[in-house]
């Protein structure tokens, strides 16, 4: 299968007064086309750090990050909103949907970013048959329960077909019944289309919906039970050190 995306001794260190807070501090990783993924780990231990720099939202203080071989973390700001609007999708624990727009209207944002050239019409029809919400389109945010606005949400961010579909932590502000139907979605859009993945979560029940589980601690990948490759790629935990 080929390989999506790589990180390769990925950094982040944050200045928070006169100390250096180190997020990230070497994580190497591959993930192939058409896996669901789950990362996990404690609060603090990097995990948001690492999404939001495999989403193009930030950089990295050094190291690689390869989408299709091509290193994010050495391009421009013009080059990153590429990715983002080309590449990535995103999913936030708040649904971050436009309060005065209809669901259509949200979903219809984010295509119009994209141009019409890339609509996917029949593809989006799909997903909202999927995630059930295909007669919800008419209705605002506030008249949504919040299962069915992180379904908007997540219907938004596949709506022109990205190549990774990034979910930081996409359950955390819904109930359990909900958030099982969401997960249920998840792995059902991974299984339909192939969409490739990436969970972030503090749950340990989301990774029973997942493929793969990379577990997280202090800013370093601690175990990954990567079906694919057939040496160990899990990385080891290292000394701590100022950058």
Partial sequence: MKILLETIELRKTYKVGKINVEALRGV???VREGELTAIMGPSGC???????????????SSGKVLIDGNDIARMNDSEL??????????????FNLLPTLTARANIDVARHIHGSKNNHD????????LLMIEDKMGRKPSELSGG??????????LAC????????????????????????MFRELNR???????????????????DRLVEMRDGVVVSDN??????????????????
């Fill in 28 to 30: 190497s990783m591959r």
């Fill in 46 to 60: 990097g995990k948001s750090s690492l999404m939001h720099i495999l989403g193009a939202m930030t950089k990295p």
């Fill in 81 to 94: 909103t590429g990715v983002r609007r080309d590449r990535v999708g995103f999913v936030f624990q708040k």
């Fill in 122 to 129: 029949g593809y989006l029809a799909e997903i909202l048959q």
């Fill in 148 to 157: 069915e606005q992180q379904r908007v949400a997540i219907a938004r961010a």
């Fill in 161 to 184: 077909k990205p190549a990774i579909l990034l979910a930081d932590e996409p359950t955390g502000s819904l109930d359990t019944k909900n958030s099982e139907i969401v997960l249920n």
């Fill in 192 to 210: 339909r289309f192939r969409q490739t993945i990436i969970l972030v979560t503090h749950n340990p029940e989301l990774v029973t919906y997942t």
């Fill in 226 to 243: 990567n079906p694919w490759d057939t040496e160990s790629e899990v990385a080891q935990e290292q000394p701590a050190r100022s950058v």
